[in-house]
């Protein structure tokens, strides 16, 4: 049982140039989000999806894309990189709303734009 | 302004005490968690409150819904223990919202 799976783990990109953080589960949950983590910040939203097709912003949408075509699957997308896209990123799904249990991370993607 | 704050920001103990983080906020909620974020990076979900208290092994996590409070304690802390413990709340008003403490940052000692 894999879980939450994100990739890649680490990447570096020059300022300007778009890329697709992947993000996969394979526990059937409806729920999935996108957060970033800045140093000494708690955890912020970028995007949610409650089910395919169902996607919806959280409170740092700008910068960003999602799209949900199916359950297992949630892109976040990078259009055009900023350095204040620099951050470590995570995944993470569950069943239903956020104060359901079976809440899952993915184990983040550290990005830097330089 | 933020709507959870956690208490100490960082903590060394030495193996073997007992250990207490707080976690204040200032929203009505539905659930409370507790996450613990190992260096690497990886987060897991420890508990989730809606009321009273939960324990899992050497982990007890309490919360008072009246007075916007919970607590997270270890019995007889080891070093695989050192991590940084993120408390945070799902609000009553927003279903999909969570508010996250920035975290407090346990290490210990053997």
């Known amino acids: 049982n894999a879980g939450v799976t994100q990739t890649p783990k680490f990447r570096i990109l020059k300022i300007g140039q778009s890329m697709t953080l992947q993000c996969t589960q394979d526990?059937?949950?409806?729920?999935m989000y996108w957060y970033r983590q800045d140093p000494g910040m708690g955890l912020k939203l970028i995007y949610y999806?409650?089910?395919?097709?169902?996607?919806d912003k959280g409170e740092v949408p700008n910068g960003y894309n999602v799209s949900r075509s199916t359950t297992e699957d949630f892109p976040l997308r990078l259009e055009l990189a900023a350095p204040s896209q620099t951050s470590v990123y995570f995944c993470?799904?569950?069943?239903?709303?956020?104060?359901?249990?079976?809440?899952?991370f993915g184990s983040g993607t550290r990005l830097t734009v330089v | 302004k933020n709507e959870v704050e956690q208490s100490p920001q960082n903590l060394t103990a030495q193996e073997g005490e007992f250990i207490t983080i707080n976690c204040s906020y200032s929203?009505?909620?539905?659930?409370l968690h507790w996450l613990q974020q190992h260096p690497g990076g990886g987060i897991v979900s420890l508990f989730m409150?809606?009321?009273g208290k939960k324990k899992h092994g050497r982990l007890i996590a309490t919360i008072n819904i009246q007075e916007k409070h919970s607590s997270l304690h270890i019995t007889a802390s080891h070093p695989r223990d050192s991590a940084v413990y993120i408390c945070?709340?799902?609000?009553?008003?927003?279903?999909?919202?969570?508010?996250f403490g920035t975290g407090t940052s346990l290490t210990v000692i053997p």
């Open positions: 993470a799904s569950s069943y239903s709303g956020q104060g359901a249990i079976g809440y899952t």
């Open positions: 929203v009505g909620i539905s659930a």
């Open positions: 945070a709340v799902s609000p009553s008003s927003t279903g999909n919202q969570f508010y």
């Open positions: 526990m059937n949950h409806n729920y």
């Open positions: 999806s409650v089910g395919a097709g169902i996607t």
């Open positions: 409150l809606s009321s």
